[in-house]
């Protein structure tokens, strides 16, 4: 029997099946092939500008020259000379503090609300994690209409007061609104906690007569310093960088008093100093490491001492 022959199906009326969607060999053999688009994306849109960031700040790139030359540390007394760096950057410190204390502060407190594996709960857990979902720029400009002088709560409350026209309290007032946008997200991570409590802890402590002030604070709230650690980190982050709820809501005012930091790097690039612009983002991400780094230290020791 021939070659052809040996692997020619039996005449039994019905078609060999086919072999459907064969791999090229190629992509057999290299599987990181099918990562091949996602790796050139990071590259081009994430890794390269990202490097260049390090290079423009030192260059005299802007709209108002045809070339980019190298300037060395022009750029850098440039922007410290400007006191609006320095106020941007205290303006921006003060809001993440805000931010993460009220987004840990909602989200504790619906955590410990919504905690009874409940369909009362489970629907109201979905209700509270909604804003996590919608865009900062919309939340921004929801609560810009609402505390409008002669928006909704000015109106249902028989009120004339400027919520956004105070330099004092609107930094605060839009910082709540962080908090409350990403407040679904820190509940998760409380639930999260909550959750992996032993219950033979909780029996106990109730066995002592520990009442739910006490089991709270001797039990619970180390129990918890994973997820605090978790939380106040990407908060405080995550609040450094904000840009849109405060363009949606105040734009930076009343007398730049809610101007962070991104908030005024997008002002000067919209000057066409790019360049400068450049080097603030250079300052901000050297001012996030230098918190950060500390934070999650300190936090994580933390962990290790309760």
Do not use: C
Not at 67 to 88: E, K, M, Y
Not at 217 to 223: F, G, K, L, Q, T
């Amino acid at each position: 029997m021939s070659a052809d022959t040996a692997v020619r199906p039996a005449a039994t009326g019905r078609r060999a099946p086919r072999q459907v969607g064969r791999l090229p060999r190629a992509a057999v053999h290299h599987p990181w092939w099918f990562a091949l688009p996602a790796v050139l994306f990071f590259l081009a849109f994430f890794l390269l500008p990202n490097l260049l960031n390090f290079y423009y700040p030192f260059t005299n790139w802007s709209s108002y020259h045809a070339d980019i030359a190298f300037t060395g540390l022009d750029n850098v007394r440039t922007v410290l000379d400007d006191g609006s760096l320095v106020r941007a950057l205290r303006t921006t410190l003060i809001y993440a503090a805000l931010a993460a204390l009220f987004q840990n502060a909602f989200g504790l407190g619906l955590a410990l609300l919504l905690e009874r594996d409940t369909r009362f709960n489970r629907f109201f857990r979905a209700v509270f994690f909604l804003p996590v979902l919608i865009s900062a720029l919309a939340v921004g400009y929801v609560f810009q209409a609402l505390f409008d002088q002669d928006g909704a709560v000015n109106s249902l409350a028989g009120l004339d007061i400027p919520w956004l026209g105070s330099t004092t309290w609107t930094l605060v007032l839009v910082s709540a609104v962080h908090g409350w946008k990403w407040m679904g997200l820190s509940m998760l991570i409380y639930l999260a906690g909550l959750k992996g409590i032993p219950g033979d802890m909780l029996e106990a402590a109730r066995m002592d007569g520990a009442g739910p002030w006490r089991t709270f604070r001797s039990v619970r709230w180390p129990m918890l310093a994973p997820a605090v650690t978790f939380n106040v980190t990407t908060a405080l982050i995550g609040s450094m960088n904000t840009f849109d709820i405060v363009q949606a809501t105040t734009g930076g005012g009343p007398a730049a008093s809610t101007e962070v930091f991104n908030l005024y790097m997008f002002r000067v690039f919209g000057q066409g100093l790019y360049a400068q612009a450049s080097t603030m983002s250079l300052v901000l991400f050297l001012v996030v490491v230098a918190i950060a780094i500390p934070l999650v230290v300190g936090l994580r020791r933390r962990e290790q001492l309760l």
